[in-house]
């Protein structure tokens, strides 16, 4: 076994100014910096959180310092930038927020609120909230907090969504990180006790986005919104990773062909309780390559 070890701060910094300059070559240095700045102390921050939790269950200083160290990764930076280039391009096309706002910031907060902001528990979403509101302000117009919450306004506000159904804070963020990582094919896994709107607010990002058929316009833009072909897969204590490898085969077979007949459609896993299987079983390891590679 070989260890590889990982980036360490100087490095990070690096690498994340290099992919901020490679990806936003129209950014002065200093817009490049603070940009480059924010995504470090966001790292910074979820090993600072992950450090005080192993250190709250007994584990050494010393354990815990390595721990936490890979609770975040390259992955992490790479979504963001995945994230913030997905929003920028919706951002040109409407300007949700007027011809005056400062896109790039507020495409930034976002991405940062969903990688970042909403795996963290209450306690720590704060913590990271004013962290983030005291950091420097890139045009002096919106914080983290305003411009997080906007967007979840602004999603909530146009899903088409069945009479009965509460806008509760948990759905709207529910909806609105299984839309923005449906699209942007980015792993998601929602984590909550029963009743608190994981599988409806799969079924409500499913029944919005249809193409052409869907009944909100903003939908209909399938080069922002493309249509979701859903495959559902029900968890069990039995469940086996061929069961799990058969789903998945299918979904990447079926988007195939969509591709090949130059159709505006992904296909989307949905597995429901996830933490069902017991460990014992190892069938949820055959899930490494296509979160991977989805």
Known sequence: MWDYGSLDCAQERDYINAKMKMVHRSMSDAEVASLTKLILDSQEAMRSYAKEQLRAHNISLEEAIVASHSSVSQRDIQRVFTLHEWLMKGYEKSKPYGDRTDYHSRALWVALGIVYYMRLTAAYRKAYSDLMDKACR???????SQAFEDELKWYIDRVDLSLGIAKTQALKENIFATIICTVTRTPL???GAPGSSKTLSFNVTVANLKGQESKVETFRQTDQYPS???HYYQCSRRTTSNEIQTI????INRQRSHLKNSLPIHCVVFMDEAGLPKESHESLKVLHYYLDNP
């Not at 998945?248 to 979904?251: L, P, W, Y």
């Open 138 to 144: 890139l045009s002096g117009e919106v914080i983290f």
């Open 248 to 251: 998945f085969t299918r979904a």
């Open 228 to 230: 979701l072909d859903s």
């Open 189 to 191: 896994i929602i984590v």
